[in-house]
Structures are given as structure tokens and as C-alpha cells.
């Protein structure tokens, strides 16, 4: 069974840190593009970042750029999202997304489209 399960969700307060993990089953992540999106209350879901295996490239929201960092671990066909100086407005229900499919370029990596297997959200607050 193809699946992705995220962790790593909470309660933060401002200016803190956390960690999202998502674990892939039934697929590899060696050849394939992962990403993480969001998305608040109201709002459309929102590409966050992205890690390609097409030549290692990392993308990144602009409103997330030098707070987060994507990186994976291949070995235990996971992938990860270390937040730091987290905000307000990040507050959203975290996804992890990946294609199966082998992308010929990650220059689509910010559409939902490109991305046929999601895992079913964990929930980041950030509060005082």
C-alpha cells in the first residue's frame, strides 16, 4: 500500500522550533519529488517546500525561505521539515505530498498536480 504518515505536529509558541517528519510505504523516495504544503483555515493549500532526486535541488516558499529546511533521509525512505523562528502565520495543517511518477524537472514542484500521493496532515499551531 502506497502511504505517507506525518508526525511531528504541536503546539509552539512564537519565535520556537519543531520538526515534521513523513515516512513513505509502498514506494520509494529515491527517484521521486517530496514536498510539504500547508494549509490555514480558509485559505488554499500552499506550497511550502520541495526536494527533488532529479539533481538534488531544494525550493522553498518565498515566505518560508531561510526558516525551513527540507531534507531527507533515504535510507528510512523519510523525509523531513525543521521550522525554526516560527510565526503566527504559520499556523496550518502540514502535508506531505510526493510523486511516484519521475519528473523530468521540479520547475512545477509548487502545484498540488504534481503530486499524486499525500499523507493525511498534522497540525502546527503557533501560539502564545
Known amino acids: 500500500q502506497v502511504q505517507l504518515v506525518e508526525s511531528g505536529g504541536g503546539l509552539v509558541q512564537p519565535g520556537g522550533s519543531l520538526t515534521l517528519s513523513c515516512a513513505a510505504s509502498?514506494?520509494?523516495?529515491?527517484?521521486?519529488?517530496i514536498a510539504w504544503f500547508r494549509q490555514a483555515p480558509g485559505k488554499e493549500r500552499e506550497a511550502v517546500s520541495c526536494?527533488?532526486?532529479?539533481?538534488?535541488?531544494?525550493y522553498y516558499a518565498d515566505s518560508v525561505k531561510g526558516r525551513f529546511t527540507i531534507s531527507r533521509d533515504n535510507a528510512k525512505n523519510s523525509v523531513y521539515l525543521r521550522m525554526n523562528s516560527l510565526k503566527p502565520e504559520d499556523t496550518a495543517v502540514y502535508y506531505c505530498?510526493?510523486?511516484?511518477?519521475?519528473?523530468?524537472?521540479?520547475?512545477?514542484?509548487?502545484?498540488?498536480?504534481?503530486?499524486?500521493?499525500w499523507g493525511q496532515g498534522t497540525q502546527v499551531t503557533v501560539s502564545s
Open positions: 505530498a510526493a510523486s511516484t511518477i519521475l519528473w523530468q524537472s521540479g520547475s512545477l514542484w509548487y502545484s498540488v498536480h504534481e503530486y499524486d500521493v
Open positions: 509502498g514506494f520509494s523516495l529515491d527517484f521521486n519529488g
Open positions: 526536494s527533488t532526486s532529479i539533481d538534488g535541488t531544494t
